[in-house]
């Protein structure tokens, strides 16, 4: 599919949960692939971490591959990494639909994301909670979703931080109602109507999705309450 089909599919499937890997039983990859695939997942969020940009290491290139031989659900490659520029190309060689690079790592990302595109992947940028919104606003353009964390990025299962509500709300009014607004972070059955409500329409869950038995439900009452959310914003804002 190309780069804008896939970018007008994913705006189309939106609100949408997208299952972060990261808390998921690696022993057992593709059977969680293929839970996720049924539970109605529509895309794979997978964090990348090199021990120098964060405080942890997680996974590279080769899994990338192997969970792209194992499905045809496009993947979410989070680089929370150092140098990004020196990696894109692999990463998208390694089957990356979307690379979404950190602010902080590039303080001017507008020909990375450019090169991103030109691979064929959508452009993703994202920011830290402590990371004002300015460093980003020039960068919009450029930009095919954008993520705001929600926690501090290197672990799975840590409290969600309301500074990211102020940053979606913002966001909400500076780009358009089909803009693929991501937030990444503690994002549960109870934080997410507040993001929902704030203008995030894809939802990173790790933790929360990962502890429960069946994904499918989750995935489906998660997706509820933020459609639910989007009418209940639009109804307001019409007013
Ligand atoms: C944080 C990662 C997240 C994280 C989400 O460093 O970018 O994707 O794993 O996991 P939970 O839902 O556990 O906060
Ligand atoms: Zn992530």
């Known amino acids: 599919m190309s780069r804008l089909g896939l970018l007008e599919r994913l705006q189309a499937d939106a609100p949408m949960v997208n299952p972060s890997l990261l808390a998921c039983d690696f022993t057992r990859l593709g059977e969680e692939i293929r839970s996720l695939e049924a539970a109605g997942a529509r895309i794979l969020h997978l964090d990348v971490m090199d021990g120098h940009f964060v405080p942890n290491i997680s996974f590279g290139i080769p899994i990338v591959e192997a969970v792209r031989r194992a499905t045809d659900l496009p993947l979410d490659v989070h680089l929370m990494i150092s140098e990004p520029a020196r990696y894109v190309r692999q990463f998208r060689k390694a089957g990356a ?143």
Do not use: H, W
């Open 97 to 239: 639909d979307l690379l979404t690079v950190q602010i902080e790592a590039v303080p001017q990302p507008a020909a990375l994301l450019e090169e991103i595109r030109s691979l064929g992947a959508l452009a993703g940028l994202t920011l830290n909670p402590p990371t004002p919104l300015e460093t980003i606003e020039p960068y919009l353009p450029y930009c095919d979703l954008v993520l705001v964390m929600s926690v501090m990025p290197g672990f799975g299962g840590q409290e969600f931080q309301p500074v990211a509500l102020d940053k979606l709300r913002r966001l909400r009014k500076l780009t358009d109602s089909q803009m693929l607004l991501s937030v990444d972070g503690g994002v549960n059955r109870q934080t997410l109507g507040l993001c929902a409500q704030a203008g995030a329409n894809v939802f990173v869950t790790g933790t929360a999705l990962f502890s429960e038995k069946d994904y499918s439900r989750f995935i489906s009452d998660m997706t509820a309450l933020a459609r639910q959310c989007q009418l209940l914003q639009e109804k307001t804002c019409s007013r």
